[in-house]
């Protein structure tokens, strides 16, 4: 199997976030040969499209088919941005990418922006990721000096500066339009889609973004072909893909694997369950994803299609893996306070909604839970999805209405006993 | 108001910006202010305003949608402590109640000698080193009682970037 190979394939080198490794590591050659051959960006985008990647920050969109929607021939710059305001929980796959290989995450920003005629570009960086940061600044530093960035890269006519943008803490500067919100130095509340990113975007200039992960597979995939990194998953579910194996597993880790792998070997992967334990339910693309059942888990693979088979979606590949010595309740009620936290505010079903609905986990988990609540829960839930600007909402109500289908009678007990039906144990 | 090296910080990150966007720098200078002085006052943010060259109410807007700025005063050690699904599932609550009775504080309280605050935060995007924290620029991952303990011993002893 092909194994932490593509965006991960640095990452057991020493000082491998340094350009001289990442060069003798073959790094940059890829660039050399787009810009000095030079290659068509038409052919960049026809090969991005053959790969079959899809966006790895949750969407899944196809990233060849976006970066065919920048428009040609426009007058002012044209912005290339990329989102590494990792924040959902489960999720800490680009903060390794940015700290072992952040030369990969520029390459590939560099092919891009090359590819769609971009100018300038920022990486959106979270606040709190300080070492992330630090690393990605020295890079481009490096970068610079090596005449990498800025103008006339490589002698070519091609030119192009990247910056690092810090965040300051809002899991919501994660969606794309908050993101750019947030470069623009304003509070990082989404805006209405249309127009998209590619016709009014950052400073409203066309602007296309995309994931640390999905920049970090760009390199390879213009070296070794579209056809070959496809083929590394399987059809509709192209290459390989980290997942951030998370929860109650013994070895938790990010583990690049094929589109396509089963469950179960993923879950071996990372060490198994603790000794003892039964799987309950996994979360299988973070916390905006609908929790699965264990026993369903066991017999899905690992991809777009499949997940979604199982009623969820495999999101940014962040794998929360529960197992039965934790209350459902518990859990999810302090799924939903991460949600009331992160509402930006803006929409009212959402900015009430996310708070309704944790008070009235919370009260159900504290013992104080009436008949009716399930059905409120289900009720509030219903009334929240599809009516919000964005897909946060949307996301907190997944985890509630999931696990009520999926263990009604452990929120039952709880209304009915004032207590929890599952004693906790050791983490 | 400000240090001349945070003055040049923030020329530093106004220049990543195009000219007629002096806004964008604004993140980056509460940032710095905050680093020098401690904390935004409402005369910290309306020199960043003035130096930007924007209306005060913005540098307000973003002092108060963001996490990371402190409106008041906060311990010269900002402990926090992730308690989001993936650090709950691994204990992070444990931990939490370990380091209120360490520090004789609750989540929120800042402790008298002014050494240490400790706030619960949602997902740092560490959750594979769960549970895990932050103190200053420093993340702390796979967390025990003992390991806090070395931690906590470490910062009092007058540390600011302790393994």
């Known amino acids: 199997m092909w194994v932490n190979g593509v965006t991960l394939q640095n990452r057991g080198l020493e000082d491998s976030h340094r350009l001289a490794v990442y060069e003798a590591s073959g790094g940059y050659r890829t660039l050399r040969e787009v810009l000095l051959r ?69 390459e590939g920003m560099l092919i891009g922006a090359y590819a769609m005629g971009a100018r300038a570009g920022y990486i959106y960086i979270r606040g709190e990721f300080v070492e992330p940061i630090q690393l990605v600044e020295a890079a481009l530093a490096e970068a610079y000096q090596a005449g990498l960035l800025g103008n006339h890269i490589l002698g070519t006519g091609f030119s192009f500066d990247l910056y690092v943008h810090r965040g300051a803490g809002a899991y919501i500067c994660g969606e794309e339009t908050a993101l750019m919100e947030s470069i623009e130095g ?24 995309n994931n640390v ?75 905006s ?28 590949g962040s794998v929360i893996v529960i197992d039965d010595s934790v209350c459902m309740v518990k859990t999810v009620e302090r799924i939903a306070r991460f949600y009331m936290h992160e509402s930006c505010g803006q929409c009212t079903p959402c900015r009430e909604g996310m708070g309704w609905l944790w008070r009235v986990m919370h009260r159900i988990e504290h013992g104080q839970g009436r008949e009716e609540d399930l059905q409120l ?51 | 108001m400000l240090s001349e090296q945070a003055l040049a910080e923030i020329a530093r990150e106004r220049a990543k910006y195009p000219e007629d966007r002096a806004q964008s720098a604004l993140l980056a200078a509460l940032r710095i202010a905050q680093e020098d002085q401690g904390f935004l006052t409402t005369e910290v943010m309306d020199y960043i305003a003035l130096l930007l060259g924007i209306e005060p109410i913005r540098a307000y807007e973003v002092a108060t949608f963001y996490s990371m700025y402190d409106l008041q005063p906060v311990g010269r050690h900002k402990i926090c402590v992730c308690g989001s699904v993936s650090c709950f599932l691994r204990d992070s609550d444990r931990i939490i109640a370990h380091l209120e009775d360490q520090l004789g504080i609750k989540v929120g309280e800042t402790t008298p000698d002014g050494l240490f605050t ?32 070395g931690i906590l011993a470490a910062l009092r002893e007058g540390g600011d970037d302790v393994g």
């Open chain 1, 377 to 427: 829960l289900l009720d509030v839930g219903a009334r929240i999805e599809g009516r919000t600007i964005c897909a946060l909402a949307d996301g907190g109500v997944a985890p509630v209405v999931s696990s009520i289908r999926l263990f009604r009678s452990e929120y039952e007990y709880h209304i009915q006993h004032k207590r929890c039906l599952v004693t906790m144990g050791a983490g």
């Open chain 1, 38 to 106: 030079p290659v068509a960006p038409e052919q960049i985008i026809t090969e991005m499209k053959k790969s079959g990647l899809r966006g790895r920050g949750g969407a899944g969109f196809p990233t060849g088919l976006k970066w065919s929607f920048m428009p040609k021939g426009v007058t002012g710059t044209k912005y290339l941005l990329c989102n590494a305001d990792e924040g959902e929980p489960g999720t800490c796959k680009d903060r390794d990418i940015m700290r072992y290989d952040p030369h990969r995450l520029i």
């Open chain 1, 186 to 209: 304003k509070k990082g509340q989404p805006r209405f889609k249309p127009p998209f990113p590619a016709s009014y975007g950052l400073y409203g200039q066309p602007t296309t973004i």
């Open chain 2, 118 to 149: 400790l706030q619960e935060v949602e997902c740092l995007g560490a959750c594979l080193g769960a549970p895990m924290m932050q103190v200053g620029d420093r993340y702390y991952e796979d967390l025990t009682k003992d390991r806090v303990n």
């Open chain 1, 213 to 287: 992960e999905t920049f970090a597979s760009v390199p390879d995939i213009i070296s070794k072909g579209g056809d070959w990194f496809l083929r590394l998953g399987k059809p509709n579910n192209g290459g390989t893909k980290i997942f951030s194996v998370t929860g109650h597993v013994q070895r938790p880790g990010n583990y690049e694997v094929p589109m396509g792998t089963p469950f179960k070997d993923l879950l071996a992967m990372a060490g198994g369950l603790f000794p003892e334990r039964k799987l309950k339910a996994v979360i299988p693309g973070g916390t």
């Open chain 1, 289 to 316: 994803t609908p929790m699965v059942a264990g026993e369903v888990m066991m017999d899905t693979t690992m991809d777009y299609d499949a997940i979604s088979k199982a009623g969820s979606a495999l999101g940014a």
